[in-house]
């Protein structure tokens, strides 16, 4: 049986958050498909690594994506090799902390609504505004969270900032649906990356995966694999969606 074709053949396609976890796996899946990768991440020298082990002409910026000069740099940089922008998968975020919401630690709370929400905006602004000078449209599909549709006890700014990413996403699918830009979302539940591993406990984990119909954890690539498709071709009729993939966790 002949593998799909998801039409990214010579795409140019940006992936923030691309040094390792599901931006990783995302970056080598539109490699794989032929399209032009522009990779970035805060971690430049695993982002480095990443984009070696590419080959072609993959590049990698490093970037901050709080700082909205440099995403808006990345993305000059990005029209300037190749002449447009395509596809954007804004992948970069970040967990950690705990604490319930009336003494959660405010620099930390700060720092991952910062990151995940305030970032996610900054790439989306830039993004958007290059597919619309590009005049061809494109695909934006951000990185929320199964915790983007329920609370998260103790991981109050965690589920805020990506319940926002939901509502950057459907907004901007509305807004840009007659210009030939479709804007999505995956919902990625318990994916074996490091960041899962630095911000859930064992035991936490492990009740996850117990209550998780298919009894285990998901790949990055099978996040990946999603994103492609809500980026190809056989997506174009779809915007404005929320593409959950958990296992079956939320399905209970």
């Known amino acids: 049986m002949a593998a799909p074709n998801y039409g990214l053949e010579g795409k140019v396609a940006l992936v923030t958050g691309a040094a ?6 995302t970056a080598t899946l539109f490699a794989g498909e032929g399209a032009h990768v522009v990779a970035s991440d805060i971690n430049a020298e695993a982002g480095a690594t990443t984009v070696a082990a590419l080959g072609g002409d993959a ?7 709080r ?6 740099a990345l993305v000059e940089r990005t029209t300037s090799e190749h002449g447009r922008l395509d596809i954007a998968a804004n ?23 910062d990151i995940n929400l305030r970032g996610t905006w900054h790439a989306m602004r830039h993004e958007i505004a290059a597919m619309l000078a590009g005049g061809t449209g494109g695909a ?3 990185t929320a969270s199964t915790l983007s549709l329920r609370g998260s006890p103790f991981g109050g700014p965690y589920s805020a900032s990506k319940h926002g990413v939901l509502g950057l996403t ?3 699918a509305l807004e840009y649906a007659t210009l030939g830009i479709r804007v999505n979302a995956v919902c990625p539940g318990a994916i074996e ?13 492990a009740d996850y995966v117990e209550q998780t119909p298919q009894r285990r954890v998901g790949k990055p690539e099978e996040i990946a694999s999603a994103v492609l498709w809500l980026c190809s071709e056989g997506a174009g009729f779809v915007t404005g969606t929320t593409l959950v993939v958990d296992g ?3 399905a209970k």
């Open 248 to 250: 079956g966790f939320s």
């Open 20 to 25: 390792s976890g599901i931006g990783r796996a």
């Open 67 to 72: 700082d909205d000069d440099a995403v808006r």
């Open 91 to 113: 992948c970069a975020g970040v967990g950690g902390g705990h604490g319930s919401t009336h003494d959660y630690d405010p620099e930390t709370w700060n720092r991952i609504v």
């Open 193 to 205: 990356t490091p960041m899962l591993h630095r911000s859930t406990p064992g035991d936490e984990l």
């Open 170 to 172: 459907r907004t901007a």
């Open 140 to 142: 934006v599909v951000n």
């Open 59 to 65: 590049l990698f910026v490093p970037v901050d994506v």
